[in-house]
């Protein structure tokens, strides 16, 4: 299993402060021959549905650039792997909301994220709170 982003807990905190249930942590996603593991599984009773979440710190990463595709890619490569396994659960990033004002907030960012098709959650990781969701 891969090692948790550092606001990994903060982002399930957050969670659960927004009335969401925690499934699941380290979800694993299969396809044959591979597999990858989604940091978290969500749900909310009220709303009868699930999402998986992957958490990113966008933190001072030596390349922006070069961060922005990797992670990308990653949500790329993820639902790929959910659609080819029929799994319905509604893929998010959940980035602290200060990297919106960095390179995700950037017309770079903005564009590589619809392009992508990426849903956003932002949060406060001082305050463990979601701050916007962006679908």
Not at 22 to 28: F, P, S
Not at 50 to 70: D, H, M, N, T, W
Not at 128 to 133: A, D, G, P, S, V
């Amino acid at each position: 299993m891969p090692a948790k982003d550092r606001h990994h807990d903060a982002v399930v905190r957050a969670l659960r402060k927004a009335g969401w249930v925690i499934l699941a942590e380290q979800v694993a996603l299969s396809m044959p021959m591979r597999r990858v593991w989604v940091d978290i599984r969500a749900s909310k009773e009220a709303d009868n549905l699930a999402i998986l979440i992957e958490v990113k710190g966008f933190e001072r990463p030596a390349s922006p650039v070069a961060y922005l595709a990797e992670t990308i890619g990653q949500c790329l490569l993820y639902q790929t792997i959910l659609d080819f396994a029929g799994v319905t659960d509604t893929l998010y990033l959940a980035v602290p909301s200060v990297a919106f004002t960095g390179i995700l907030g950037e017309e770079l960012g903005r564009q590589a994220i619809q392009r992508a098709q990426v849903r956003l959650i932002l949060f406060d990781p001082v305050q463990e709170e979601i701050t916007r969701w962006i679908p």
